[in-house]
């Protein structure tokens, strides 16, 4: 909320003991969303941090693609491409 402030989201990259991927292409019909995607400058997991100020929506789904969990990479990679 402060002037010039940038919005920073910590998370695990997946939780269920790894079964499950935080970063996920979409969200379920119903989903509560609380954050809007403009409010998002950075979003940090173990593998890394994801820059996703001023990007397109394909640059934003690379950037969380990298830091999302190895094992859900390839799974991600291809949903963005239909998507996007």
């Given at each position: 909320?402060?002037?010039?402030?940038?919005?920073?989201?910590?998370l695990?990259?997946?939780?269920?003991?790894?079964?499950?991927?935080?970063?996920?292409?979409?969200?379920?019909?119903?989903?509560?969303?609380?954050?809007?995607?403009?409010?998002?400058?950075?979003?940090?997991?173990?593998?890394?941090?994801?820059?996703?100020?001023?990007?397109?929506?394909?640059?934003?789904?690379?950037?969380?693609?990298?830091?999302?969990?190895?094992?859900?990479?390839?799974?991600?990679?291809?949903?963005?491409?239909?998507?996007?």
């Amino acid at each position: 909320m402060s002037e010039g402030g940038k919005a920073v989201t910590f998370l695990p990259s997946t939780y269920g003991n790894g079964s499950v991927s935080n970063i996920t292409p979409y969200f379920e019909a119903g989903t509560l969303v609380t954050l809007s995607r403009y409010w998002a400058d950075y979003v940090i997991t173990e593998w890394g941090v994801a820059e996703l100020t001023g990007k397109s929506h394909g640059e934003r789904a690379s950037e969380l693609i990298r830091i999302a969990h190895p094992d859900f990479r390839d799974e991600l990679t291809k949903a963005a491409k239909e998507i996007c």
